[in-house]
């Protein structure tokens, strides 16, 4: 079946550093692929996504991109804020899994001033 | 638009006790999913609903679950009788139903069973 792998967490860096978050997944077909984040005490919000390979998704300085060739969808950020502090989700989407999300298990960020 | 509403947001009772937790979707969108999230287990789809109907309840955990969708604006979780294992995050999520879904999630309901 379809899965999802994330970096084990907890991940803590001092403002203006370069964060990546490694995801890679298992899916057959063509999956989209999704960045989700959860502040404190909220529900997960999408960040952004990517719906073919190459594609790249972007928002709010974060960037990914689709990679076929090894299944990957690595979150990136050039300078984190103390406010990017949350956890985040890696998942995706498979057309024949009646548009359900598989997600990772999530990677615990802490951004120190 | 309002969002994914839930209610309650914190739910403590006891156990054997029942427990109805409340998802009114975004309108428009005919999809709805209900997740629990636990440190230990991360964040489990429960069950499925399209257009009212459900399609898929093979993450609800036993027959102490049940979740309905009388109407597209509506759905309930009910959990009887609660046991101290089901305390954890439920979330709702929604999304329409079309093409490349993006899922909108509640804020969730934080419940703990005594």
């Known amino acids: 079946g379809d899965s999802v792998t994330q970096m084990e967490g907890p991940v803590t860096l001092s403002e203006e550093a370069f964060l990546t978050i490694n995801c890679t997944y298992t899916?057959?077909?063509?999956?989209?692929l999704f960045w989700y984040v959860q502040y404190p005490g909220e529900g997960l919000q999408l960040l952004l996504k990517?719906?073919?390979?190459?594609d790249k998704g972007s928002n709010k300085g974060f960037e990914a991109t689709y990679r076929k060739e090894t299944t990957s969808f690595h979150l990136e950020k050039g300078s984190v804020q103390v406010s990017d502090s949350a956890v985040y989700f890696c998942?995706?989407?498979?057309?024949?899994?009646?548009?359900?999300?598989?997600f990772g298990s999530g990677t615990q960020l802490t951004v120190l001033p | 638009d309002a969002g994914v509403i839930q209610s309650p947001r914190h739910e403590v009772t006891e156990m054997g006790q029942e427990v109805t937790l409340r998802c009114k979707p975004i309108?428009?969108?005919?999809?709805l999913f209900w997740y629990r999230q636990t440190m230990m287990r991360g964040l489990e789809l429960l069950i499925y609903?399209?257009?009212?109907?459900?399609?898929?309840d093979s993450g609800m955990p036993e027959d102490r679950f049940s979740a309905k969708m009388p109407n597209a604006s509506f759905s309930t979780l009910k959990i009887q009788p609660s046991e101290p294992r089901d305390s954890a995050v439920y979330f709702c999520?929604?999304?329409?139903?079309?093409?490349?879904?993006?899922?909108?999630f509640g804020p969730g309901t934080r419940l703990t069973v005594l």
């Open positions: 899916a057959t077909g063509y999956p989209s």
């Open positions: 609903f399209n257009n009212n109907v459900p399609i898929d």
């Open positions: 999520a929604s999304s329409t139903g079309q093409g490349i879904d993006t899922q909108y």
């Open positions: 998942a995706l989407s498979n057309s024949g899994s009646a548009r359900q999300l598989t």
């Open positions: 990517a719906t073919k390979a190459d």
């Open positions: 309108s428009g969108h005919n999809s």
